[in-house]
């Protein structure tokens, strides 16, 4: 059976959002009580040979992927027959390859270039000053685009008029870094400097049962 192994982290929660909102998809969830030794493990690593949650397989179709906004992409292109959460290129190329845009950055210069770094020092090393000026810096212009962006849209949403898989993307990073930063001198205060942002992170949580999905607790 079509499998997605998860974990309730930033990236692993944004495949788990999607495969929760397409009730009807066939997919199991594997949820590892996180951390998780296992995700270095001979039968992990041969899914996902960098040892990284989320992974997706589907052994009818030969399929091992990786990535979570590549997963974001093969889950709605497969199972959203109905295009809630997408925009397909015969829909329209120019949403959708804003789509594409968006996830991309989302994956780089949100998650990776910046939140990655949050996570491991506000853990490890929370006092070192320069990575910290370096990842708010990074941040904030991060949020100036963002702020932007969503400056420009009618519905609220990243693009087009409906919540989509960009939306899913940021949200779940923009989550795990107020979980991890609150509290901290590594905050910002969204909600006083970026205010679209911090309207669209409300509307977004208030979707569906999103809400509830973030907050499934980290174990099996
Ligand atoms: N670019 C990857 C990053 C995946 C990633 O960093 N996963 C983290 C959890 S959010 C992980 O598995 N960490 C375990 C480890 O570092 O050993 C993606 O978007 O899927």
Not at 18 to 27: G, S
Request: aromatic letters at 14%.
């Amino acid at each position: 059976m079509a499998t997605l192994y998860t974990a309730p982290t930033g990236n692993g929660r944004k495949p788990l959002i999607l495969v929760r909102l397409l009730k009807e998809a066939p997919i199991k969830v594997h949820l590892f009580k996180w951390p998780t030794p296992e995700v270095k493990q001979e039968w992990y690593l041969k899914l996902n040979p960098n040892g990284l949650i989320p992974t997706f397989v589907d052994p009818s179709k030969e399929i091992e992927l990786y990535e979570s906004n590549n997963l974001l992409e093969y889950l709605a292109f497969t199972y959203d027959t109905e295009r809630k959460f997408h925009y397909s290129l015969d829909e329209s190329p120019q949403l959708h390859w804003q789509q594409n845009q968006w996830l991309f950055f989302q994956g780089t210069q949100y998650a990776a270039h910046t939140l990655a770094i949050a996570v491991i020092y506000t853990k490890k090393n929370p006092n070192d000053a320069f990575t910290r000026e370096f990842t708010l810096k990074n941040f904030n212009s991060i949020f100036t685009t963002l702020e932007t962006q969503l400056s420009k849209s009618e519905s609220g949403w990243f693009i087009g008029d409906k919540f989509t898989i960009v939306d899913i993307a940021f949200l779940c990073d923009e989550h795990r870094r107020r979980e991890v930063t609150r509290g901290t001198d590594w905050w910002i205060d969204v909600e006083a400097k970026y205010p679209r942002i911090e309207e669209w992170y409300q509307r977004a949580l208030n979707f569906e049962n999103v809400k509830q999905i973030l907050e499934e607790p980290i174990s099996s």
